[in-house]
Structures are given as structure tokens and as C-alpha cells.
């Protein structure tokens, strides 16, 4: 019964964020999350436009609230739209700017490298594009796209790689874009972080630990260094010490 409602639940879920994705279309719709409350359902929506979510004097947020409390069964529902700051690391938005492009007759390569470009200079850590259907002619083929680095499989690609979904309906039939996104926060389970070198000191029986910045670990290399040069000195002075006292011995 748990899984039954599980399931059903999820389902519910899609069919919203499919609703939100037809009717916020022009408003840059960025995704959405659901939070149960105990006061009703919150519906946390992103947008590239908020104002166009919202409507003149809220008149569009309302009439969505009511199709999600009648159609989807919400209880109480609230909605809240954000703005997204940085479009271009959303791959549902990106996608959708793919979309327009190629429905205004622009070249699916140019139009894919264009993107990248616009995603990996907002900092990304990598993107992948996918367009597929009839991009060259009468037969579907798949182009794909990729800069920087992305996972591609295990836990880490589900967990850390954002996915957007568009579809672009042209002459030859509908084309399916797929943008996938790994966020420039983004750290990876087996990444290392190298910190920098600390220097212990002990003050009347406390330990305190600093960090040796460029100048200080140049001095204390330098002191080492002097160090080293003395005690070759000492060792010099003591060899020829050692050497007089058995040349008088032998005398």
C-alpha cells in the first residue's frame, strides 16, 4: 500500500511539473518542488521571468492554484515563484532556448556550440547536448555535444548532474533536446582538497596550530637553509680539529 501511494505520488508530481512546463512556457519555467506542509502544500516554482508567473495583479498565479487544488488534488496549495539567477546553468531553461532556436530555421550545430558556449561561461564544470530526430534529413539520426567534464554513470551522474528536457516540432517531425549540466558547486565524491601546510607552536602548554602563508614558509625554508649551512661549518671546523690532533699524535 506504502509503494501503491509511492507511486502514485511521483506520478502526481510529473504530471504537475509537465502542466507547469506547458503553461509557464514563456516565463522561462526552471523546475519545481513540492514541500507538504502543515498548513497545505507548498509549490516552490523557478522561473527565468517571475513577474510573467505572477500576472498582472496575481490574476495567473491564482488560476494555476485552482488547477492544481481541482485537477491535481492538491490540498491547500500556496504557490511561491523564484527567480532563477543564473539561467544558463538550468538545463531545463537552456533547453528550451534550444527549442526556440531550431524552431526559427537556425543550424542545430550552431545552435548547440552557441549553448555550450553560454553554459561553460557561466562556470559549469561540463554540459552535454543532445539533439535527436530528423537534424540532417528524411532519416532520424542522434548528434551529441560535450565540453568539459560530466559524469556518465554511477550514483554521482543521478545525484549531482541536472537534466532539462525540450522537444522542437519542425517540417521533417519533432526533435527531442536533452541538456544535462554539472553545476560549478558541484564536488565529486573522489575529489581531493589539498590543504595548506600548518606550523604547531606551543605557548605555556597550549597548542596552536597557524597556517604557513608563501612569505612564512619562504622564511622558515631560508632559516633551514642557514641551519644546514652552520652545521656543515661545525662538521668542517670538527674534521680539521680531528685531523691536527692525529698528525701530533704521529709527530
Same mark, same amino acid.
Given at each position: 500500500?506504502?509503494?501503491?501511494?509511492?507511486?502514485?505520488?511521483?506520478? #502526481?508530481?510529473?504530471? *504537475?511539473?509537465?502542466?507547469? !512546463?506547458?503553461?509557464?512556457?514563456? =516565463?522561462?519555467? $526552471? @523546475?519545481?518542488?513540492?514541500?507538504?506542509?502543515?498548513?497545505?502544500?507548498?509549490?516552490?516554482?523557478?522561473?527565468?521571468?517571475?513577474?510573467?508567473?505572477?500576472?498582472?495583479? $496575481?490574476?495567473?498565479?491564482?488560476?494555476?492554484?485552482?488547477?492544481?487544488? +481541482?485537477?491535481?488534488?492538491?490540498?491547500?496549495?500556496?504557490?511561491?515563484?523564484?527567480?532563477?539567477?543564473?539561467?544558463?546553468?538550468?538545463?531545463?531553461?537552456?533547453? /528550451?532556448?534550444?527549442?526556440?532556436?531550431?524552431? #526559427?530555421?537556425?543550424?542545430?550545430?550552431?545552435?548547440?556550440?552557441? +549553448?555550450?558556449?553560454?553554459? &561553460? @561561461?557561466?562556470? =559549469?564544470?561540463?554540459?552535454?547536448? +543532445? *539533439?535527436?530526430?530528423?537534424?540532417? $534529413?528524411?532519416?532520424?539520426?542522434?548528434?551529441?555535444?560535450?565540453?568539459? /567534464?560530466?559524469?556518465?554513470?554511477?550514483?554521482?551522474?543521478?545525484?549531482?548532474?541536472?537534466?532539462?528536457? =525540450?522537444?522542437?516540432?519542425?517540417?521533417? $517531425?519533432?526533435?527531442?533536446? /536533452?541538456?544535462?549540466?554539472?553545476?560549478? !558547486? +558541484?564536488?565529486?565524491? %573522489?575529489?581531493?582538497?589539498?590543504?595548506?601546510?600548518? &606550523?604547531?607552536?606551543?605557548? %605555556?602548554?597550549?597548542?596552536?596550530?597557524?597556517?604557513?602563508?608563501?612569505?612564512?614558509?619562504?622564511?622558515?625554508?631560508?632559516?633551514?637553509?642557514?641551519?644546514?649551512? %652552520?652545521? %656543515?661549518?661545525?662538521?668542517?671546523?670538527?674534521?680539521?680539529?680531528?685531523?691536527?690532533?692525529?698528525?701530533?699524535?704521529?709527530?
Amino acid at each position: 500500500m506504502i509503494e501503491k501511494d509511492f507511486v502514485q505520488e511521483g506520478l #502526481r508530481r510529473t504530471r *504537475i511539473d509537465e502542466y507547469l !512546463e506547458k503553461e509557464l512556457e514563456r =516565463a522561462g519555467y $526552471g @523546475g519545481m518542488e513540492v514541500q507538504i506542509t502543515p498548513l497545505g502544500t507548498m509549490v516552490i516554482v523557478y522561473a527565468e521571468r517571475p513577474g510573467m508567473v505572477i500576472g498582472r495583479g $496575481g490574476k495567473n498565479v491564482r488560476s494555476i492554484t485552482n488547477v492544481l487544488k +481541482t485537477e491535481f488534488g492538491l490540498d491547500n496549495p500556496q504557490i511561491e515563484v523564484k527567480e532563477v539567477e543564473v539561467p544558463e546553468l538550468n538545463p531545463k531553461i537552456m533547453a /528550451y532556448k534550444i527549442s526556440n532556436m531550431l524552431q #526559427r530555421g537556425m543550424h542545430f550545430r550552431r545552435v548547440a556550440y552557441s +549553448t555550450i558556449r553560454r553554459i &561553460m @561561461g557561466a562556470g =559549469a564544470q561540463g554540459v552535454e547536448v +543532445t *539533439i535527436s530526430g530528423k537534424i540532417r $534529413g528524411s532519416r532520424s539520426a542522434v548528434a551529441k555535444f560535450v565540453e568539459g /567534464y560530466i559524469k556518465k554513470c554511477g550514483e554521482p551522474s543521478i545525484r549531482l548532474v541536472e537534466e532539462g528536457f =525540450a522537444t522542437a516540432e519542425l517540417k521533417p $517531425g519533432v526533435l527531442g533536446i /536533452y541538456v544535462r549540466i554539472m553545476p560549478p !558547486e +558541484t564536488v565529486l565524491p %573522489d575529489s581531493v582538497e589539498i590543504l595548506p601546510p600548518k &606550523m604547531i607552536i606551543e605557548e %605555556d602548554g597550549d597548542v596552536i596550530e597557524e597556517e604557513i602563508d608563501v612569505e612564512t614558509e619562504e622564511v622558515i625554508e631560508e632559516e633551514i637553509i642557514e641551519e644546514i649551512e %652552520d652545521l %656543515d661549518e661545525l662538521e668542517e671546523v670538527v674534521e680539521e680539529e680531528s685531523t691536527e690532533e692525529v698528525e701530533e699524535d704521529d709527530s
